[in-house]
């Protein structure tokens, strides 16, 4: 069993930064793949960034390239998404979640991740 733990959900300006974590407790393989998902009001679920457990793999959703970076910590078991030039329609309630069955494949469709953290808030005023 895995438990996911968000953190660093806010309200920023345009233009600004935010970092979000995600902290999993329980046991991890190099196979597994962490993705960080955001879904806005009447909005489906959709996946902006992704890596590989063991690094070295990523994924980035075509409206967060250049602007996003997600990262892990294996020692801490620890996934971030550093968001930076942030805009309003990035607002959205964003979510990690990992995939333990992707063999080291990133997937895309929500339903393919089995644990999932309760998601944080981002608000981006402009």
């Known amino acids: 069993q895995v438990q996911l733990v968000e953190a660093g959900g806010g309200l920023v300006q345009a233009g600004g930064s935010l970092r979000l974590s995600c902290a999993a407790s329980?046991?991890?393989?190099?196979?597994?793949?962490m993705g960080w998902f955001r879904q806005a009001p009447g909005k489906e679920r959709e996946l902006v960034a992704a890596?590989?457990?063991?690094?070295?793999?990523?994924y980035y959703a075509d409206s967060v390239k250049g602007r996003f970076t997600i990262s892990r910590d294996n020692a801490k078991n620890t996934v971030y998404l550093q968001m930076n030039s942030l805009k309003p329609e990035d607002t959205a309630v964003y979510y990690c979640?990992?995939?333990?069955?992707?063999?080291?494949?990133?997937?895309?469709?929500?339903?393919?991740?089995?644990?999932w953290g309760p998601g944080t808030q981002v608000t981006v005023s402009s």
């Open positions: 979640a990992l995939d333990t069955q992707a063999l080291g494949v990133i997937r895309m469709t929500p339903g393919s991740y089995t644990y």
């Open positions: 329980g046991r991890t393989f190099s196979s597994f793949v």
């Open positions: 890596i590989r457990w063991s690094g070295g793999t990523t």
